[in-house]
């Protein structure tokens, strides 16, 4: 038997507290999104590779209200053992409303341009390994009919640009492939939402410049939460983004190519 069927015991959460299986939970908008949930009672199981940071992260969410707290060590570019990992999240949740991926990496778009290897990396991290992550968890909520996958992309993926279109081909094909499962799953009564953060005041963007000004992850996670709650298909947030990405996909290529974006 798979481990999608072994994990299916669990029937639909239709009253209580949320489950929430969160994959990269140590990000700077997971934390934010996290405590949020964890306010509302919501059991939550998360994922992280950093021991000591994820044991910190599920203390404080105990603190905050959390109804159920489990956490799991993993190193999500390992696609040998998603099966095994989500099988066991989703057991210990004693099933799943919300599967909430945020693993990614910026990279370094210079190192990427001179190295293959680098590049590999980050399309390997930022895609391949969701999309496996996505594969298991889709077919899962589609034979309980329930759940929302929620998945963190970027508006960097809305057009290749010359300052890091390494990781914005990863977000690409990131968001290429939830519009597609989004269109073979949504009738089976599963939600898949894209959410598309602008520069967002986190770690990994904690060197670049001018960060001091990027939006507030709190804020950000308050929408996110929102959108999840409405069943969104798409999060731009904030939602300026939305805007300034439409126009940003119209310039003509002829003139596109000659700015320094």
């Not at 000591?52 to 969410?61: C, G, I, M, R, S």
């Not at 590049?119 to 999309?131: D, E, G, K, Q, S």
Request: net charge positive.
């Amino acid at each position: 038997m798979s481990t999608v069927a072994t994990a299916l015991a669990a029937q639909p959460n239709t009253s209580g507290p949320k489950k929430i299986l969160v994959l990269g939970a140590t990000s700077g908008i997971a934390e934010a999104t996290c405590r949020i949930w964890a306010s509302q009672g919501a059991a939550l199981f998360l994922v992280a590779r950093n021991a000591e940071k994820l044991a910190a992260v599920a203390q404080d969410l105990r603190t905050r209200g959390a109804s159920f707290v489990e956490t799991a060590v993993a190193d999500l570019d390992d696609t040998e053992q998603h099966a095994t990992l989500l099988s066991h999240a989703v057991n210990s949740l004693t099933g799943m409303d919300i599967a909430y991926l945020t693993h990614g990496v910026l990279g370094d778009q210079a190192q990427a341009e001179q190295d293959f290897n680098t590049t590999a990396h980050i399309l390997y991290t930022n895609f391949i390994a969701p999309v496996s992550l996505l594969t298991w968890l889709a077919n899962y909520c589609v034979q309980r009919h329930h759940g929302t996958l929620a998945v963190i992309s970027s508006v960097a993926g809305d057009r290749g640009r010359r300052s890091n279109y390494v990781y914005g081909s990863s977000k690409a094909g990131l968001s290429a492939f939830l519009a597609g499962l989004r269109n073979r799953i949504d009738r089976e009564g599963v939600t898949v939402l894209t959410i598309k953060p602008g520069p967002t005041r986190t770690a990994m963007t904690a060197g670049m410049p001018k960060s001091e000004k990027f939006a507030d992850p709190n804020a950000v996670a308050k929408s996110i939460v929102a959108a999840i709650a409405a069943k969104k298909d798409q999060l731009y947030v904030p939602f300026i983004w939305a805007p300034i990405m439409l126009v940003i996909r119209t310039i003509p290529e002829r003139v596109f190519k000659k700015l320094n974006l």
